[in-house]
């Protein structure tokens, strides 16, 4: 059974503010040794219940984050930026399921770790009319791929949004949100409890899980913060304005719809 883990870091348990998510603050350094001893606890499990090959690529910021030194060393790590295919590089079809760790829920959601699509700059993105967070986007890559989305850890929120844009995936909830910058924080040993449970239930029942899939032609719809940043993604040929903030683009299936929206993402100025 070959597991193709896209870890966060919003969504770790301890993980409450950018003072925590961002590298140069004192407290990132705290912080990132927790996200490698979340993901091991995740690693742990599925050799424990069945795994027999796992796959990690680090999707936090620069990606760079995981310790490497520190890391189960029975799973290989995918590190550093950018990559083309981005908080999924190294999916194929080759795995049999992902398991996203420490995720966050979609920009605009209330009582959730730091809420936010991809980036600061997105409002919102959609997908065929749809708006989704990082877990939806990201499984829909994995379903192109013939790969379900087996399960996901983060705050309550993180787990709602995926199991309302994905097919039902196991949820473990590591700690629980009050507001965008606090949270209720266990114990690690609870929260090594929940993952254990959470893997243990979503190897036993692999085979259970669809891929969630968008046949081509997709329609992407992304609505930035400012409009300066709508203005610099019309530079992607077929790009279409829809009003000052938000654009559309046409893609023939859901690859190039994410690899677009990479470019989008990577294209568009900063916040200033």
């Known amino acids: 059974m070959k597991i193709f883990i896209s870890a966060d870091m919003e969504g770790i348990s301890g993980v409450v503010s950018s003072r925590h998510t961002e590298p140069g603050n004192k407290e990132y350094d705290r912080m990132r040794a927790l996200m490698t001893k979340e993901v091991n606890a995740v690693i742990e499990a599925a050799f424990d219940f069945g795994a027999k090959e796992i796959v990690v690529n680090d999707s936090h910021n620069n990606m760079d984050n995981i310790l490497i030194e520190e890391l189960d060393s029975r799973a290989v790590l995918i590190s550093g930026s950018p990559k083309p295919l981005s908080m999924m590089e190294g999916i194929d079809g080759s795995f049999d399921a992902v398991f996203f760790v420490g995720y966050h829920s979609?920009?605009?959601?209330?009582?959730?770790?730091?809420?936010?699509?991809?980036?600061?700059?997105?409002?919102?993105?959609?997908?065929?009319?749809?708006?989704?967070?990082?877990?939806?986007?990201?499984?829909?890559?994995?379903?192109?791929?013939?790969?379900?989305?087996?399960?996901?850890?983060?705050?309550?929120?993180?787990?709602?949004?995926?199991?309302?844009?994905?097919?039902?995936?196991?949820?473990?909830?590591?700690?629980?949100?009050?507001?965008?910058?606090?949270?209720?924080?266990?114990?690690?040993?609870?929260?090594?409890?929940?993952?254990?449970?959470?893997?243990?239930?979503?190897?036993?029942?692999?085979?259970?899980?669809?891929?969630?899939?968008?046949?081509?032609?997709?329609?992407?719809e992304v609505s930035f913060f400012r409009t300066v940043m709508a203005d610099m993604t019309l530079l992607i040929p077929g790009t279409k304005r829809k009003d000052p903030r938000t654009v559309v683009y046409i893609a023939k299936d859901y690859l190039e719809a994410y690899k677009i929206f990479c470019a989008m993402l990577a294209i568009s100025p900063g916040i200033n």
Request: aromatic fraction near 6%; charged fraction near 30%.
């Open 106 to 220: 979609r920009a605009g959601s209330s009582n959730a770790i730091m809420d936010h699509t991809y980036t600061s700059k997105v409002l919102y993105a959609k997908i065929n009319g749809k708006e989704l967070s990082e877990a939806g986007i990201n499984g829909r890559l994995a379903g192109y791929y013939d790969v379900p989305v087996a399960l996901v850890t983060g705050d309550q929120n993180a787990v709602l949004c995926a199991k309302e844009e994905l097919n039902d995936p196991v949820g473990v909830v590591v700690k629980e949100a009050v507001g965008r910058y606090a949270a209720k924080i266990y114990p690690f040993e609870i929260v090594r409890e929940r993952i254990d449970e959470g893997v243990r239930e979503a190897l036993s029942k692999i085979n259970s899980f669809k891929p969630t899939k968008e046949e081509g032609p997709v329609e992407l």
